[in-house]
């Protein structure tokens, strides 16, 4: 009796325990297809933060023709994971970072090269440090950008890992990265009909120029742009906005010469909303006595803007010239400080070896980089791609040139 009650106990044991094990298999299979549906909508959401979320894991390829792929500073290479990128997205990085490489010809040459120099020689080890110190702060990237890439390799690389070259190129390559994408999502125009888009920043940094480049990019992609001539200062700022407009095929709205920029982007303003325009895009002025009167100025203008349409402007974008190496960032700073700006555009990253100051200025403000200037044609303005502006700033191909 006592075997036939203990046998019937064992198998209710185990009928039991495999029900048990048969519904949490169910569970599982369930929350896994729910968790790829998750993750589809997430993507098709916020597609600019795939470079970074991307974890492509490859074994470094000294003298190999494409560099180690950038990856999160806090994540470990993986020396086994080799699988590979998907080709499409390979395909248009590399694009899209040949692009890049074309305008950062001159940045390259300088920093840049004095690292390739660095870890170029034959033999390099743990003496490297004090020689990355003093390229990374002499260069133009600003004090805080330099410390924070120097201490990911010091910190983050083992005395055996300073031996090899493209290790170390990873993790500045890695780290710069993270500093460049400040995790803002995209810019979506259609967000606000009219969207209103401020442009601010000193003279003769490229405001004017870069509103008729990304007039003619907007127009072209089948949107209605105004454009609000707010220099009032020359004849010649407005007559130039309206150069442009005529390659976009946009109006524009102007004043009179001397007359009140807030009464111009007014009107403009204005104009989208009765219009029905899909963006205004607002010019001003960078010069006046002091910087506390362009400050009022620019004050001013934003406080009129919401009167013409409640709740805009709805991107202030600061212009900065690279070529001015440090001194860009100490503008961005100064226009930060006054009023709150929400992305930026570095211009004549063409002409300048002090693009690295983009990392600068990324570092300082906390402001996404929305598109870079390389060069004075309509077609010279892209927008920025962190994860492919690294690619191209350190690409080792060339920089072995450099030794
Ligand atoms: N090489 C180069 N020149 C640029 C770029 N952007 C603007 N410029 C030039 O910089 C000068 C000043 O530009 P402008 O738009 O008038 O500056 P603003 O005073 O800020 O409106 C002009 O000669 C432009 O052609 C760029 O990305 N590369
Ligand atoms: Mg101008």
């Known amino acids: 009796m006592v075997r036939e009650l203990v046998t019937l106990v064992v198998v209710l044991s185990v009928v039991g325990l495999f029900i048990l094990l048969l519904r949490r298999a169910g569970e599982n299979s369930r929350s896994r297809s729910s968790k790829s549906v998750q993750e589809r909508v997430v993507g098709t959401a916020a597609p600019e933060r795939a470079p970074r979320e991307r974890k492509r894991k490859r074994k470094p390829q000294p003298g190999g023709k494409r560099p180690p792929a950038p990856e999160p500073e806090e994540e470990e290479e993986d020396e086994d994971d080799d699988a590979p990128a998907p080709a499409a997205r390979e395909a248009a990085d590399d694009e899209t970072t040949e692009a890049f490489k074309a305008g950062l010809a001159k940045t390259r040459g300088g920093f840049v090269a004095k690292l390739g120099k660095l870890f170029g020689k034959k033999k390099i080890d743990a003496d490297v440090l004090p020689a990355l110190e ?67 920043g000193v003279n003769g940094v490229g405001k004017t120029t870069t509103i008729g480049k990304l007039a003619a990019l907007l127009a072209g992609q089948g949107k209605r742009v105004i454009l609000a001539a707010g220099d009032t200062f020359r004849a010649a700022a407005a007559e130039q906005l309206e150069v442009w407009a005529k390659r976009a095929g946009c109006p524009v709205v102007r004043g009179k010469e001397g007359g009140d920029p807030s009464s111009v982007i007014f009107d403009a303003v204005k104009r989208g909303v009765d ?55 100490t503008q961005a700073k100064t ?36 598109y870079i200037g390389v060069g004075e044609k309509l077609e010279d303005l892209r927008p920025f791609d962190p994860a492919a502006f690294v690619a191209a700033l350190y690409d080792d191909t060339d920089i072995a040139a450099a030794e």
Request: proline share 5%; net charge neutral.
């Open 335 to 370: 226009f930060k400080d006054a009023m709150e700006i929400t992305g930026i555009v570095i211009t004549k990253l063409d002409g300048s070896a002090k693009g690295g100051v983009i990392l600068g200025i990324c570092d300082e403000l906390k402001v996404p980089v929305r």
């Open 275 to 329: 219009e029905g325009a899909d963006l205004v895009i607002c010019d001003t002025a960078g010069r006046l006595h002091t910087k506390t009167d362009l400050m009022d100025e620019l004050k001013k203008v934003r406080r009129v803007i919401d009167k013409a349409m409640p709740g805009a402007p709805h991107e202030t974008w600061m212009v900065l010239d690279a070529t001015t190496g440090q001194n860009a960032i």
């Open 134 to 200: 003093e390229v990374l702060f002499t260069a133009d990237i600003g004090p805080r950008a330099a410390d924070r890439i120097f201490e990911s390799v010091k910190k983050g690389l083992g005395k055996d890992d300073l031996a090899d070259a493209p290790k170390i190129w990873a993790k500045i390559r890695a780290t710069s990265t993270a500093i460049l994408d400040v995790g803002a999502p995209p810019v979506d125009w259609s967000a606000k009909k009219p969207f209103v888009l401020l442009v601010l």
